[in-house]
């Protein structure tokens, strides 16, 4: 992978990509504010999804590891996770957008923001604020459902903005072509 440190053209005359600025606003605090706390508070064990994480971990665990520290390292967010991420075998339209606003670390929530960052503003530029939205909110979701139909009967869940940012680039790319 690349790391941009920039792009061109970026927009005059004063635009402000409100709605990038946004997106990133949220994502980050998603994550300052539920994902961090939560990766580091343990698992309750009387809540429902809580099973089924254990049930996920223990059914991967090699052998000859002890099955009570891997049930006593779920945390709070693993659970978390598996409530609100995207889960192809238990999809619903909640879960479909609430996994695009969570990552499963800094390093996924910084690559995904740094790219956002970067070419979103040209996107959102060229092609309106509402409309922008809507086509980060519908690539994303496109790309998720896309996994759904590879994956149908996946428990697993899925989290990131990967998609949505993924969408952001293709655009970017065609309206923008031989810029580096």
Do not use: K
């Amino acid at each position: 992978m690349f790391l941009p440190i920039g792009d061109t053209p970026n927009p005059g005359g004063g635009f402000r990509p409100w709605v990038t600025w946004l997106l990133v606003l949220v994502n980050v605090t998603v994550w300052l504010l539920w994902t961090l706390p939560a990766s580091l508070a343990p698992g309750d064990p009387s809540d429902p999804m809580f099973a089924e994480v254990a049930r996920r971990l223990l059914h991967g665990l090699p052998p000859g590891l002890d099955p009570r520290a891997a049930l006593a390292s779920i945390t709070s967010w693993d659970v978390a996770v598996q409530r609100w991420g995207f889960r192809p075998g238990a999809p619903s339209a909640v879960t479909l957008l609430s996994a695009m606003f969570m990552h499963a670390n800094f390093a996924h929530l910084a690559g995904n923001m740094l790219f956002l960052w970067i070419y979103g503003d040209n996107v959102e530029h060229r092609i309106g604020r509402l409309p922008y939205l809507a086509a980060y909110l519908g690539t994303g979701a496109v790309a998720t459902l896309g996994f759904a139909l590879v994956a149908p009967d996946a428990d697993t869940p899925l989290v990131g903005a990967s998609g949505a940012i993924s969408g952001v680039l293709g655009m970017y790319f065609l309206m923008f072509p031989g810029t580096s």
